[in-house]
């Protein structure tokens, strides 16, 4: 048996809002072994598949990811495509056809004609108060289809006779707005009724006009909030029209008198069905920066109930959910005309048990409901989202039941692609711990935190987690719409943001640490060329690299510009940022700037110079090439010593010394003695911050140190990532001593308990531990290198990554000295399976082991091995 499935157009399921067809791909399963395509045929048809719009005929080819079309295919805007693949495997044996299907957008952006419109003026630019745009509209004949497009200067949810479009959250999502905004479609032919229908945008301040950024500014991109939409529609007659925000529409204030994404909502039950509608005005906006998004839109996802109602010592009554988490509470609430239901939103009890809010900093998390009959509500805040595992009750009418009340995580929509399960409970709550916080922190940008007065797409971040964040869930969609923003936001130089968007570039001269430099930090403008290059290996496509290549170009250039006799620094610096070898009260780790900047921008020109290489750009592949060894050997001159020992001795310099391959081949082993005894000098503890963390379990692992490795990852005192976890974490926390020991925090003006960057150890879970790598010569792991190590006491070992090319599984099981391990390997893919510590093979499970390495095709092995 052999079929084809999960054929997907640009890396999504049934897409609407396609612009172009960049990438196509599917999946084969087979009950054999070693099943690989011989060829395929992919049509496209508007109706029928007798006179399709593309037939690529039969294609001699093994690829069934990132299959590309012409882009020269006849599609029409905002309509309705057919695609269907059929494959024939090596053996001669043929599939099925395969269908799906998708939507396209507005294939060129001169199509959208409809304005923006607002009743906002001038003098609301600080407020931040919800209104409704409306039109009524006549359906005469009968609708054949019907797809909205629309999109807001703000937040924005749009309905058609009360009834949401889609279950999108925080559309348009956050991006660089004037540079680039999104849109959204919704199929909304099942919301259409005969006759008079009313078609509503509600919208706030959001991201666009309301306070963002710890210096506490409003109005980054613009003081109106606004709405804009087209509804097409198709009657079965054949007949066409497109429905468009203009002046002919009217607009009024809603009910939600504030909303704002740190400070929570205030929603007035009375002011419902209260409108007093008025004529709108136009906001202009460049139209030419929209673009669709056809995939990973913030959506709702768990739904948590209460798991325990408090009273703190204090007196206070707090909902607890058990889990720290980003999103909104929802409750249903009974009250009279004007009572109130005030609740605030934070993540964790004191020492003593009471509310904790002081992390918090300026951010409010509070959402006030006033209640307008006697009648039954339920309510969740339209416009923004809270950090928190507790809830604070300050005001509910009546006596408080749990079962009125659930959080819901709010996050963008990223199928769950990877999974790790093993025998140490404490791991596994890690590994929760891990997911969790990517959850919380990938409402449409990636955040570093959910909580307090900061929610910015920090690079540093995102760069350091990308790769876990990849195995755990498919974030391709999610990455490229944020490197685009990435890209667009880059200074004239090719300088990177800190954040992207970016707000910072101008506007942060009052804050006392990026005074000193508002972009391009180490380890954070290189997630300009990481990002990317991961996004490759993760998923095997070219498209992006090719996309990202000026921006990459540019931020070497930016460094290069900078740089002097190789080694470069630049204004402000992270550094190994909260590393616990800083000084008393400081951020910033001990190693110093000029080895963490060096070192990222020799480990970037590396990545850059095989990127030109892959995309056949030989020029820039010698040119970077060349670079990188003079970056190399200016590092290897700055910063080894005559006994070729680093004259830095933290921990982090010796990581990062290591795992980017900056020490000459015969020093390696004393860097790796000194990391040894650098540890052994802290107990077996880590002191490393931001940039040493993410590498540290490889660097020791990459360097015969593997039990070290474990045994890093596996304390459970302080400071280490268990301790986190025994101490009651559901998230990573920002700081390993965000609660110290004796129960006192680190200074509350930085102490988040959901920030996603120290999670990055979940790399070496899935990679080293359970042993799921990709080569770079097959990346997207269609050339998949499963080692999986065993050590750390484990007994069972179990990860699951669901590939482009289907489910990998590496599952391993330790009974005395023995090892079973289980790999599947799917179709088209191929493997090579080593047994890093094994003494003896017991049964290669049918392969051809040369010592302990064999190379195989998909199917299920099992193969033994003794320690
Ligand atoms: C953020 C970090 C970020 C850092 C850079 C902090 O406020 O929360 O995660 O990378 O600033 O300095």
Known sequence: MVEVTNLRVNYLDSPIGIEDIFQVGWQMRSDRRSVRQKSYRLQIAENDFASPVYDSGEVMSGDSANITVPVDIPLNSVSAYRIRVKATAEDGDCTPWHESKFVTALLNNSEWRAEFITIETEEDKGDARSSYLNKSIEISSSVKSAYLLSTALGVYHVYINGQKAGDDQMAPGWTSYNKHLLYQIYDVKELLKPGENTLSGFVNAGWYKGKMGFVGLKNHYGTRAAFSCELHLEYENGERCVIRTDGTWQGAWGPVVYSDIYDGELYDARLENTEKWQAVSQAAFDTSVLAAQAGCRVRVHERLPVKEIITTPEGDTVLDFGQNLTGWVEFTVQGNEGDEVRLQCFEVLDSRGNVYLDNLRSAKQKLTYICKDGAQATYHAYFTFQGFRYVKVISWPGGINAKSFTACAVYSNMPVTGSFTCSNPLL????????????????????????????????????????????????????????RDLAADQTDEGGVPHVVPDILIGKSSSDRIMRDGEHSAAAWADASIIVPWTMYLAYGDKDILRRQYESMKAWLGFMRAHAVDGIWNYKLQFGDWVALDAEEGSYFGATPNDLTCTAYYAYSTGLFAKIARILGRADDAETYGKLYEQIVASYQKHFFDE????????????????????????????????????????????????????????????????????????????????????????????????????????????????????????????????????????????????????????????????????????????????????????????????????????DGGGLDFDGFSAKTGSGRYTIRYRL
């Not at 069972?796 to 009974?815: I, N, T």
């Open 428 to 483: 596994n709550q890690l590994q929760s711990n891990i997911h969790w916080g990517m959850k919380g922190n990938f409402l449409d940008v990636p955040t570093d935190c959910p909580q307090r007065d900061e929610r910015l797409g920090w690079t540093g971040d995102a760069q350091i987690f990308c790769r876990t964040a990849s195995f755990l869930m498919d974030t391709y969609t999610f990455f490229r719409k944020w490197l």
């Open 643 to 842: 006994s070729g020992r680093l004259n830095v001795q933290t921990q982090t310099a010796q990581i990062v010394t290591l795992h980017f391959g900056l020490a000459p081949e015969a020093y390696r082993k004393n860097v790796a003695d000194d990391l040894i005894k650098l540890l052994k000098k802290e107990n077996g503890h880590l002191v490393t911050g931001f940039v040493g963390t993410p590498y540290f379990c490889f660097a020791l692992s990459e360097n015969d140190h593997t039990k070290e490795a474990y045994e890093l990852l596996l304390k459970e005192d302080y400071p280490s990532w268990l301790y986190q976890v025994k101490a009651g974490a559901t998230t990573i926390w920002e700081h390993w001593d965000g609660i110290k020991p004796d129960g006192t925090m680190w200074s509350a003006d930085m102490n988040s308990f959901n920030h996603y960057a120290y999670g990055a150890v979940g790399d070496w879970l899935y990679r080293v531990a359970a042993g799921i790598d990709t080569a770079e010569d097959g990346p997207g792991y269609q050339h998949i290198l499963l080692a999986p190590h065993i050590g750390g006491g484990l007994t069972e070992v179990d990860a699951k990554l669901q590939s482009s090319y289907g489910q990998l599984r590496s599952h391993w099981r330790v009974s005395g000295d023995v090892v079973t391990l289980e790999a599947d390997i799917p179709c088209n893919a191929y493997a090579t399976i080593s047994l890093p510590g094994a003494a003896e093979l017991l």
